[in-house]
């Protein structure tokens, strides 16, 4: 452990330093924008990032810019992102910190861990990066090098090896310096210390990584095999009416996806045709009976934890007025006005197909 301390203070840490990519959170550093680049980082590689940051920053320079938004501002701005409980979690935080605390970024690890969406990682993150404190952050680049230089032997993924990684994650954090620490070791992660292919002979801990020693690298992290992904298969409906606007659907904050908008439509139940599902989910979500009729697209999309056919046809009303019973509000909108509000990344497909539709004459 010593010798891997020192190399990390001595080689590690010079080679980041000379060597990190350029990253807009990384200039102009201050507790919020270091806050909202950690969440955007989370599970969401820093390419993807990048453009979003730069459109959040502009659209919510300060912390009072985004107390002061509405949730709907904010989902739209992180719209595509994905794991839209983060962006629910940053605005209700933004508020308690504008209210409670007259706009100042909590300066203690447990005053950070307090805010909604807060956990260990991003307290750590925050603390070391904003405020200097010696906080190790544990990320999936970290686990695959520390795995790695330790030819640590457990699963990876256990909550037992995740709290000892942890451990010599904080073992060998070099006092005073957990800023350049943590982003050294996520950076040669990201860059080196690859999941596939690693570049071995560029990386500035290979004399003392005992994965490389062995001639093994892609023996670590060791992982339990995968299960396999639940798939799912949904029917949506396009709904219009004789003005020729569409009928959308606001997801409630406590469902997956809240406040985003949608197609209406669900999961199709076992013995049910994709119509019939979508005419048992309109009745249930907004108490109307549809007509279903042309087919629009198949939206084949990845959650974190499951897959998804989302099968999307025109429909009409047949007979019943929409009212939210099983969603938070609803609108109609002319195809050209659909962009107003905020999606899931499935539904921006249909608004794709939607506009390539219009814009061939379709009516």
Wanted: glycine share 6%.
């Amino acid at each position: 452990m010593t010798e891997l301390k020192q190399a990390i203070e001595q080689r590690l840490i010079p080679w980041f330093l000379k060597n990190k990519r350029s990253m807009p959170w990384r200039t102009k550093r201050t507790p919020y924008r270091v806050w909202i680049s950690e969440l955007m980082l989370q599970q969401t590689r820093v390419d993807q990032v990048i453009p979003y940051f730069n459109r959040f920053m502009k659209r919510f320079p300060s912390l009072k810019s985004l107390a002061d938004a509405s949730q709907e501002d904010v989902l739209t701005m992180w719209q595509g992102l994905g794991y839209y409980s983060r962006a629910r979690n940053l605005h209700a935080a933004a508020r308690i910190i504008q209210d409670e605390r007259a706009g100042r970024f909590p300066e203690s690890h447990e005053e950070i861990l307090r805010l909604p969406g807060v956990g260990s990682y991003t307290a750590a993150a925050i603390g070391s990066l904003a405020f200097n404190m010696d906080l190790a952050v544990v990320d999936g680049n970290v686990i695959r090098v520390l795995s790695r230089v330790n030819a640590y032997p457990r699963d990876s993924g256990s909550t037992a090896a995740r709290r000892e990684l942890q451990q010599i994650a904080d073992a060998l954090l070099p006092e005073g310096q957990a800023g350049d620490y943590n982003e050294a070791m996520m950076e040669l992660g990201a860059t080196i210390c690859l999941p596939r292919n690693p570049l071995c002979g560029e990386c500035p801990l290979s004399s003392v990584c005992l994965a490389n020693k062995s001639e093994r690298p892609m023996d670590y992290p060791v992982k339990a095999p995968k299960k396999k992904t639940p798939h799912i298969v949904v029917g949506a409906a396009v709904v219009r009416n004789r003005a020729g606007k569409i009928l959308i659907a606001q997801r409630r904050d406590k469902d997956m996806l809240g406040g985003l908008w949608e197609f209406p439509g669900g999961k199709q139940e076992p013995e049910e045709t994709i119509q019939q599902c979508i005419q048992r989910e309109l009745q249930e979500e907004l108490g109307i009976d549809v007509e279903i009729g042309e087919f629009l697209i198949t939206v084949k999309h990845a959650y974190s934890h499951f897959t998804m056919d989302m099968h999307t046809y025109f429909a009409r009303i047949r007979k019943g007025r929409p009212r939210p019973l099983e969603c938070k509000d609803y609108q109609w909108v002319r195809w050209e006005q659909l962009r107003s509000v905020p999606y899931s990344k499935a539904d921006l497909y249909v608004i794709e197909a939607l506009e390539e539709y219009f814009k061939k004459g379709g009516s």
